[in-house]
């Protein structure tokens, strides 16, 4: 895509700007400019999205720039893009984009109370190598043509100066409109009635793009469902929301904000980050959109769209976040939700968390800058109109109408607070396998929601998406939820609860009040900083993190011993039995029986001891190309039940665990595909090659917390099955004796804890 860019001068400093649409910006500024020495620099009509993204990022502190005349602003231009411009150099591509003659220089002043003049520099009049103050010369005021005049006409015959600045002003006017893209190009939008539905449509277009992060393709998508009117002709609307502040206009790939100080050429090149994903793209290619040589794109996110450097990326600006209520006791908590004691405490300091306020906030009546993500105070309405004929050309509108559009037009209307650029305050709950999280979290949900805000549930599978959705909506019968994940036919819906697997977060730009990422230990989040970085985006900044995990990762373990991370602690199943600890089984390597084709004795004979008590058996492997020869090996040593096996690459892998779940099969072989999700009321655990590398501390508590998990059933057996006894053992044990402890400690325990 390829974008405009101009300098303006307003409240005494220098900034850079893009646009969708320059006629918006011409109508914007000589409005709501109250600078005296207000001026608008076009530095360039048509270049590459990234390039004008690069020019607005940067700190413009050049007192000289007042003075500037085109040719030294094509020089700046020409300095602050030297990378890119010699990149496209060796390909001939893109050279000359910052040209001259599609240069212009506009003055915008408050020389009487109702006109606000406006005077534009054209290269083609200024005397060849002037340099310095290009003041001189007679002004001329066309007001039919939003007050706009040429002036520099030193090259020009003196005949019928009026009428030739007028000329040249709707010249100029025309060649915006042609330059317009999918906006209102064959609308005038000085008319009243055109710019009445551009606000309307600027206002819409923000309403539906709340909370979302979207590339240019997928807000056609968008738009056609919730919005069809907008549908393929959104830029000028878009433009107007940008300069409004509702809207955050950027490039799917971008380089990093450059640091302020010194000569913006001379910063050293910031690496390109895909800003939908937050990784490093280095993959380039020649684009036909740009017209770049080596358009950088994204490689991480691909499935999910194609974001490139060039392609428009539209945030919606945030809303402030709502607080949750404290709720009520514990006990309200155990009636309303069904909840144990156990649970109810942890629920009940999470909800303390929630009504607290955001940790350094500091609310005030500001809007979030479009072009930087920070902070701008934008300037109220004067009152007085800026298009000098406005009602000439529209006699259909009052001028009291008129003025209140652009009160509008310059958000007078839009006095909300947004909260100032931090991240989210953490939460931590820690509860064991089995301990019921998803009930826990109900209170909380309700907490947001009926405060007005929205929720979302992260989760890492689409499975447990879709086995999530009828219990919320059971919970919730009267919330709009939402279920994303890929292939949803729900993409472009919007509601006040979310569910979605966590690769859909990365359509979303500080949408929720609260987000509880479900699993954060699990794949694909863990170690994922992609995931951590959609996951924080999609979370307003003075919103709330809580982490739901039986294993958390050792960083947040660390930060919640320390007292770093508030937290809470569910140490005991709801059935208030202690969990199984694991037995160690000392026995040589899975490979080392395949090779022997034998069953050592003592795996056989607790094997076959779980299978007299009615078990059923979860056997896991650390490798996938054991399953098939070790379901054959047992088959021969345990006749007279069914032994399956399977992994994540078996296609029946659905219809197994079914079969498992109605003990049609006694007996299932698998790998860590299997260690959370599936419960089975009476199972016991064998962990087979404990020692392998493959198994960390949190997926050998994870597996081992498949057995126990039934009332009925409470003290299921686990083995942990090695050649040798690893930290990750000896990890995995000693956390699950420290939960029984504070769960004894805590007066969670039942007094018949039915330990065999």
Not at 621 to 634: A, C
């Amino acid at each position: 895509m390829r974008i405009a860019v101009y300098a303006i001068r307003n409240a005494g400093r220098w900034e850079i700007r893009i646009s969708l649409d320059i006629r918006v910006d011409l109508l914007w500024w000589a409005k709501v400019s109250k600078d005296p020495l207000c001026r608008m620099v076009l530095i360039a009509k048509d270049i590459p999205l990234g390039w004008a993204l690069k020019m607005e990022q940067l700190n413009v502190k050049v007192k000289e720039m007042d003075t500037w005349n085109v040719h030294q602003w094509k020089q700046y231009a020409i300095g602050v893009l030297q990378v890119e411009l010699a990149e496209e150099e060796k390909f001939k591509s893109n050279g000359n984009c910052i040209s001259e003659k599609s240069m212009w220089i506009m003055h915008v002043r408050n020389e009487t109370n109702v006109i606000r003049r406006v005077h534009v520099h054209s290269h083609i009049n200024m005397v060849q190598g002037q340099q310095g103050n290009t003041e001189s010369g007679n002004s001329i005021v066309a007001g039919e043509l939003i007050g706009i005049s040429m002036k520099g006409r030193e090259n020009i015959q003196p005949v019928n100066e009026q009428r030739l600045s007028k000329e040249r002003v709707q010249a100029l006017w025309d060649s915006s409109v042609n330059d317009a893209g999918r906006g209102r190009k064959a609308d005038d939008l000085r008319h009243g009635g055109v710019m009445q539905g551009m606000i309307s449509e600027a206002k819409e277009l923000a309403r539906v793009l709340q909370g979302r992060s979207l590339l240019a393709a997928e807000v056609d998508g968008l738009l056609a469902e919730a919005a069809p009117s907008l549908a393929g002709a959104w830029f000028t609307a878009a433009q107007l929301a940008y300069l409004q502040g509702q809207l955050i206009l950027g490039a799917g790939v971008a380089p990093a904000a450059s640091p302020s100080g010194g000569a913006p050429w001379q910063r050293r090149r910031k690496i390109r980050r895909c800003r939908r994903c937050g990784s490093v793209a280095l993959a380039r290619t020649a684009c036909a959109t740009c017209g770049s040589a080596a358009c950088a794109y994204c490689e991480a996110c691909l499935a999910m769209g194609r974001s490139r450097a060039c392609t428009l990326l539209l945030r919606g600006a945030a809303q402030p976040a709502v607080r949750g209520t404290a709720g009520g006791s514990p006990t309200e908590a155990m009636g309303r939700w069904g909840l144990s004691v156990a649970q109810s405490a942890a629920a009940g300091a999470a909800l303390q968390f929630l009504a607290k306020p955001p940790a350094g906030s500091d609310f005030g009546a500001v809007l979030a800058s479009p072009s930087r993500g920070g902070i701008n105070h934008q300037p109220e309405s004067s009152g007085t109109l800026s298009i000098a004929d406005a009602s000439r050309n529209s006699p259909s509108l009052s001028s009291s109408l008129l003025s209140d559009l652009w009160d509008f037009l310059s958000c007078k209307w839009l006095k909300q607070s947004v909260p100032s650029v931090s991240t989210p305050d953490r939460f931590l709950l820690w509860a064991v396998t089995g301990a019921g999280k998803t009930e826990m979290i109900f209170p909380l949900l309700a907490s947001i929601l009926e405060a007005g805000g929205r929720v979302l549930v992260a989760t890492p599978r689409r499975d447990v998406v879709l086995e999530l959705a009828p219990r919320l909506a059971r919970a919730f019968p009267d919330e709009r939820i939402v279920t994303l994940y890929g292939g949803s036919e729900e993409r472009w819906r919007s509601g006040t609860m979310t569910l979605a697997t966590t690769h859909q977060l990365m359509r979303f730009y500080q949408n929720f009040d609260l987000v509880i990422i479900d699993e954060i230990d699990a794949f694909p989040f863990h170690n994922d900083p992609m995931l951590a970085y959609a996951a924080q985006n999609a979370c307003k900044p003075d919103g709330k993190f809580v982490y739901l995990s039986a294993t958390p990762p050792h960083q947040l373990q660390r930060e919640a011993s320390r007292g770093i991370l508030p937290h809470a602690r569910v140490p005991v199943r709801f059935h208030g039995h202690p969990l199984p600890v694991p037995s160690r089984l000392d026995m040589k390597s899975v490979a080392h029986c395949l090779q022997q084709r034998r069953i050592p004795l003592k795996l056989l004979h607790n094997l076959e001891r779980s299978i007299k008590r009615g078990a059923q058996l979860f056997v896991f492997v650390s490798r996938i190309r054991h399953i098939e020869p070790f379901v054959m090996l047992l088959r021969r040593h345990i006749p007279g039940i069914r032994i399956e096996g399977t992994s994540s690459v078996d296609p029946k892998r659905s219809e197994k665990v079914v079969a498992f779940r109605d003990t049609q099969i006694r007996l299932l072989i698998t790998t860590t595909i299997l260690e959370r999700g599936v419960t089975v009321p009476r199972s016991d655990v064998f962990i087979l090659d404990a020692d392998s590398g493959l198994f960390d501390e949190a997926s050998l508590i994870q597996m081992a917390g498949r057995a126990g998990r039934s009332k009925d059933d409470p003290a299921g057996s686990v083995f942990l099955a090695s050649a040798h006894w690893t930290s990750s053992q000896k990890g995995a044990i000693s956390q699950i004796r420290k939960m029984n402890r504070i769960a004894q400690k805590g007066g969670y325990l039942t007094r018949d804890p039915m330990n065999r």
